[in-house]
């Protein structure tokens, strides 16, 4: 079974700046496509960012000119450099992972909190 912790989330003020990491642990065979996705107070979840096994990044358009994905495959790891936090960031982020070719993410993380004040 294969298990994915987020840390790096936390109060942030606005402006500022946060590093999510998410790590896959457990009887890894492959993993393919990981992202991340946000779900904000009283807001359905949504898709932050992804990026391929090689390395291909696709980002929400809200969030690209502020976050940037990347992953270390070495460590099994992706992460998410978030800039210029506002309060609208403020919410909880999940990582997930596709073991499949693709984004068909069948694997969760139980997800971080970020709050942005102002």
């Known amino acids: 079974q294969v298990h994915l912790v987020e840390s790096g989330g936390g109060l942030v003020q606005a402006g500022g700046s946060l590093r999510l990491s998410c790590a896959a642990s457990?009887?890894?065979?492959?993993?393919?496509?990981m992202g991340w996705y946000r779900q904000a107070p009283g807001k359905q979840r949504e898709l932050v960012a992804k990026?391929?096994?090689?390395?291909?990044?696709e980002y929400a358009a809200s969030f690209e000119d502020r976050f940037t994905i990347s992953r270390d495959n070495a460590k099994d790891t992706v992460y998410l450099q978030m800039t210029s936090l506002t309060p609208e960031d403020t919410g909880v982020y999940y990582c997930?992972?596709?073991?499949?070719?693709?984004?068909?993410?069948?694997?969760w993380g139980q997800g971080i909190q970020v709050t942005v004040s102002s």
């Open positions: 457990g009887e890894i065979f492959r993993i393919d496509g």
């Open positions: 997930g992972m596709s073991t499949s070719p693709g984004y068909r993410f069948d694997v």
């Open positions: 990026i391929s096994g090689g390395g291909l990044t």
